[in-house]
């Protein structure tokens, strides 16, 4: 079996947010990963010229959504690092507008396997990209919350949502 190559990542740290701290890490190609909390083992001064513009550009434009003051983003993501079922979920829930949400089985028709909506959530619970891949704009197909993997699970996913103007009041978490 052949090595893969080596793709070196960077990252940055967005230390204060109404979330609390995240780390992202990018490749030369875009970003791979958005993590919450702190990851302390690769933050130093990154001397690519490329990926030290996807970090500054996504610590920015994650800041100002969390703040309320964007609604998109437009940050090279560097789909190569995820599975291709996982890709085609992930990338049909990073075409859900701001302000709307669908359901797993809505995601799982777009993309072309219409009995496969659990395999749909898996590719969410495994979204390494969460808010800038917004999976918490997936619920579950009776309209409630179903599991996210962020920080304070649901309570965060509610807060997303009513930060995009949905009435969190409205789902009773699963």
Request: proline share 9%; with cysteine; glycine share 10%.
């Amino acid at each position: 079996m052949k090595n893969a190559p080596f793709i070196p990542l960077f990252s940055a740290l967005l230390a204060d947010s109404p979330l609390g701290s995240f780390t992202l890490t990018v490749s030369e190609k875009g970003l791979r990963e958005v993590l919450f909390g702190e990851k302390t083992l690769s933050l130093a001064p990154v001397a690519n010229p490329a990926a030290a513009k996807i970090l500054e550009n996504g610590i920015k434009q994650l800041s100002e959504y969390l703040a309320g003051q964007r609604q998109d983003f437009n940050i090279p993501i560097d789909w190569e690092c995820l599975r291709p079922f996982q890709r085609k979920a992930l990338e049909a829930t990073y075409a859900i507008p701001f302000g709307e949400v669908r359901t797993y089985g809505q995601v799982a028709a777009a993309i072309g396997a219409p009995k496969a909506p659990r395999a749909v959530g898996r590719a969410q619970a495994t979204n390494p990209m969460p808010i800038i891949i917004p999976c918490h704009r997936v619920i579950g197909g009776d309209g409630s919350l179903h599991g996210y993997g962020g920080k304070n699970g649901l309570k965060t996913k509610a807060w997303l949502l009513k930060l995009e103007g949905h009435d969190p009041a409205r789902w009773k978490p699963e």
